[in-house]
């Protein structure tokens, strides 16, 4: 019966990390897939994640199963982490998923189920795997204005022109924060107007959070997320701790749904136990528990607080050291996107050609569309990229 099937379009990000490998090339520079790493190009797994395994280690007596939607203090600490005090826990349904993608997958799923004729908003662009999983599962897609190439910043304008087009029933699905892949964020005032046109249509938000601690800190990276999940009658979020804890191997995520009226999340709580259970019975649960551990004990969690703000802020310097020296070298402002983006990730604008150019000229291996992951370089090869980028003609 397989004979049925045909090969699929590689994941791209994912070819780019083996073309980088089989790359001989030394000083060859990796601003490929999205993953954190130290001056030094390690990835580390963070202190306090270090410390809270062994403890589990040394205490856990048991791998029995723990139930459908993961480890109740889990969910607690991470809609703690994401919502603060913003909200009632009552007004709150969480499960536990395998990483922020299984998040975004039943999310898509749950909507699906609450409306067959459902519709998504998405960026243009968005991350590739959001439109590979609602291509999967048939459903509708609606690109809307996000990225202004020109300036590198996001076309307000035009997100809210399109974004007013959607109707009761349809999902608007946003990036909490760090958008993926263009860096490129709304700020607090273009939320508040975003908020606006939501409440306007009858859309339903949905938040992308796969990045909390990267941009401007934990607190100010969850303010669009809390703004929209106080401010509209239902809110969809996606979180993954991939990123902001290094567990990326271990899948840890949750999705949640808010809700003002408390009366619906009884059937949405029930409704997240059913999509874990139709889809993999139980979520993974070790990354799960060393985020909770991390979470609660106040010393590790003052550690891993400390770890991140360091990566962050390490970012945010390269960006800097970036922006000056192609201000310097390319004697224009025309980079200055790059000091202003959050996250790990700016879209430089370089078309597909330069971008080849890049890796063949430069061993500079950046996704196609030019995004490029700023955690990637350090002090020593920010120079060398900028001249690249330089001698390529971006
Ligand atoms: N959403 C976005 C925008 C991402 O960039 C990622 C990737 O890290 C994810 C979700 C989910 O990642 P993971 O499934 O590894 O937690
Ligand atoms: O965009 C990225 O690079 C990260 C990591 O199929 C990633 O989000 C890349 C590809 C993929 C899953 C995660």
Redesign the pocket.
Known sequence: MFETLRTQPPDKIIELMKLYADDPREGKIDLGV?VYKNPDGVTPVMRAIKTAEKRLWEDQTTKAYVGLIGDPAFNDAMVALVMGDAIERAQVASAAT?????A?RQAFELARMANPDLRVFVSDPT?P??LSILKHLKIETVPYRYFDNATGTVDVPGMLADLEQAKPGDIVLL?GCCH?PTGANPGAGHWREIVAVLKQSGATPMI?L??QGFGDGLEADAAPTRLVATSLPETLI?V????NFGV?RE???ALMAVAQDTDRVAALQDNLAYLNRQNYSFPPDHGARAVTMVLTDPELRADWEAELEDMRTGMLRLREQLAAELRARSGSDRFGFIAEHRGMFSRLGATPDQVQRLRDDHGVYMVGDSRMNIAGLNEKTVPLLAEAIVKAGV
């Not at 993954?240 to 990123?243: R, V």
């Open positions: 999205g395998p990483g922020g993608t299984g975004v991350w795997n959001h990036h993926n992308d796969a990045y996606a993954s701790c991939s990123k990326y899948r840890t995520g």
